[in-house]
């Protein structure tokens, strides 16, 4: 766990807020991200040559795509996004999202793992982003060593998963269950420089080290909201202008914190943009990454 001081942390109660892809295709994607994920067009908007839409549950964000004509593919190996993580309140939330996600043939189901604090699935979305499905343990189960939250990658047998948490009433549910975007794990150049951006700068807190060519951290002492990885991406450089990732959202609880946050970029000479209620900034890589406080309308979102 990071020992910085209580000014130089996140508040215990930031979030991440939804994640901005570029996209090449936006009928397939939207389609993609209605059928297998239960996600709802929440708004749309025409900018110049792009169109903006978001899609979530209820009147909570899941994720922004922008359509982006004539961009290259993602290339997976370069900094940008591992996957974005939908979070559900319950295993039954969870499977019938899975068991939506999995009759989808657009995507691809790539693996399913017991994290100790967590369930997760994973897939891959039509356009080579990668999206997590999951859902926590309590709390009072997690379990800490020398500081550090102990995860793992065990295998979960993903029918089994189904055959005890799936209903009918479930599947037909879906759109209506609560959700939200739970974390983000990112392709980084190198670690170090990841970890100086990331919890030195920003302010996140360190949960997990020890895993080969990746870092975990967290604000409020949860298992992770961002994660960090060179297991594709070790040497990258700023990201060239592609398909994927555009921004990543931070939610912190009111005005006091964002302004804690920008008097930190200020110290760390760090270039932002604000507007009273959000700070943009780029992150080494060229990632946007934008804070915002709680209640953020789509009409807001839309003009980031």
Request: aromatic share 8%.
């Amino acid at each position: 766990m990071s020992t910085s001081t209580h000014d130089e942390i996140l508040n215990a109660q930031t979030t991440m807020g939804p994640v901005t892809l570029r996209v090449g295709d936006m009928q397939v994607m939207s389609d993609y991200y209605s059928g297998a994920f239960a996600l709802e067009p929440l708004e749309e908007e025409a900018q110049g040559n792009e169109t903006h839409r978001v899609l979530g549950r209820g009147q909570t964000p899941f994720v922004r795509l922008i359509h982006t004509p004539n961009l290259p593919a993602v290339d997976p190996r370069q900094a940008g996004l591992f996957h974005t993580a939908f979070l559900f309140d319950d295993a039954a939330g969870l499977a019938a999202t899975v068991y939506r996600a999995a009759q989808d043939r657009r995507g691809t189901f790539t693996g399913s793992s017991d994290h100790l604090v967590s369930e997760a699935f994973y897939f891959t979305d039509p356009e080579g982003n990668g999206v997590e499905l999951y859902t926590d343990r309590p709390r009072e189960q997690w379990t800490r060593v020398d500081g550090e939250i102990q995860m793992d990658t065990i295998f979960l047998d993903p029918n089994a998963f189904l055959r005890e948490h799936l209903s009918p009433e479930a599947v037909t549910a879906a759109p209506t269950q609560a959700g939200t975007v739970g974390h983000v794990h990112l392709q980084v150049g190198d670690l170090a420089t990841a970890r100086a951006f990331y919890i030195d700068t920003l302010g996140f807190e360190i949960t997990q080290s020890r895993y080969p060519g990746a870092l975990f951290a967290s604000a409020g002492g949860y298992h992770h909201h961002i994660a960090m990885n060179t297991w594709n991406s070790r040497g990258a450089g700023p990201r060239a202008a592609q398909l994927g990732l555009a921004d990543v959202s931070i939610t912190v609880p009111d005005r006091s914190e964002l302004d804690a946050v920008a008097e930190r970029l200020r110290r760390h000479n760090i270039d932002f943009a604000s507007d009273g209620r959000t700070l943009a900034l780029d992150d080494p890589w060229g990632t946007r990454v934008t804070l915002a406080m709680p209640g953020v309308a789509t009409d807001e979102l839309m003009a980031r």
